[in-house]
């Protein structure tokens, strides 16, 4: 069974630039987390989606952050315009139930120049 | 406001020398503490769920514990493989799903 998929591994950009994350949660999991560490922090929760709907994006830090996931698969993040600040670890996750386990992702590293 | 730290933040161990790792919490209305393990470049790996004070778990050479306000992941003669970043982590109160608070971890370095 293929785990949790984030695309790319790395990704560099100067400040003012656009970046698109993408998340291929594990194959009929409902629920795709997004988390990320900046530099020297936690790890930090961002947004919540069950199937295609937004349940929770209480953490995500402004609005130049937009997670989408069309048709209940795959989520985008997309940072619009990246500050250097975003810089960091973003890690997504998936599960099939509510109360269950999460399974991450490898995450993608963020640098912002 | 829901808090979880860690401690020590970095151990140093000589393969078969056993210790434990802390994780205390501040959250009312606890729905289950978190253990995962994080390697270099990867992201967390689910270890243990605990759900009420007094429960243990165990999986090869580490067992978790839970008090009412802390949680121990004790390693028994631990080996290099289990070198690794520990993170414990709670659910956001007041939600529903694993939105998870999560303390800054435990570099754990098993030399052999």
């Known amino acids: 069974e293929a785990g949790v998929t984030q695309f790319p591994s790395h990704s560099v950009i100067e400040k003012g630039q656009t970046v698109t994350l993408r998340c291929d949660p594990i194959?009929?999991?409902?629920?795709l987390y997004w988390y990320r560490r900046v530099m020297g922090k936690e790890i930090k929760f961002l947004l919540h989606?069950?199937?295609?709907?937004?349940?929770?994006e209480s953490g995500m830090p402004n609005n130049r952050f937009l997670a989408e996931r069309t048709g209940g698969t795959y989520s985008t993040l997309k940072v619009q315009p990246a500050e250097l600040e975003d810089s960091g670890v973003y890690f997504c996750?998936?599960?099939?139930?509510?109360?269950?386990?999460?399974?991450f992702g490898s995450g993608t590293q963020l640098s912002v120049l | 406001e829901d808090q979880v730290t860690q401690s020590p933040e970095a151990l140093r161990l000589q393969e078969g020398e056993s210790s434990s790792l802390n994780c205390s919490y501040t959250?009312?209305?606890?729905?289950?503490l978190f253990w995962y393990r994080q390697d270099p470049g990867k992201g967390p790996e689910f270890l243990f769920t605990?759900?009420?004070a007094g429960e243990e778990k165990e999986k090869e050479r580490l067992k978790a514990t839970l008090t009412k306000k802390e949680s121990f992941l004790h390693i028994t003669a631990p080996k290099p493989e289990d070198s690794a970043t520990y993170l414990c982590?709670?659910?956001?109160?007041?939600?529903?799903?694993?939105?998870?608070?999560f303390g800054p971890g435990t570099r754990l370095s098993v030399l052999p």
């Open positions: 996750a998936s599960s099939q139930d509510l109360s269950e386990k999460l399974f």
């Open positions: 194959s009929g999991h409902d629920n």
């Open positions: 989606f069950v199937k295609e709907s937004k349940q929770d």
């Open positions: 959250v009312s209305g606890l729905r289950g």
């Open positions: 605990l759900y009420s």
């Open positions: 982590a709670v659910p956001l109160r007041d939600n529903y799903g694993q939105n998870f608070v």
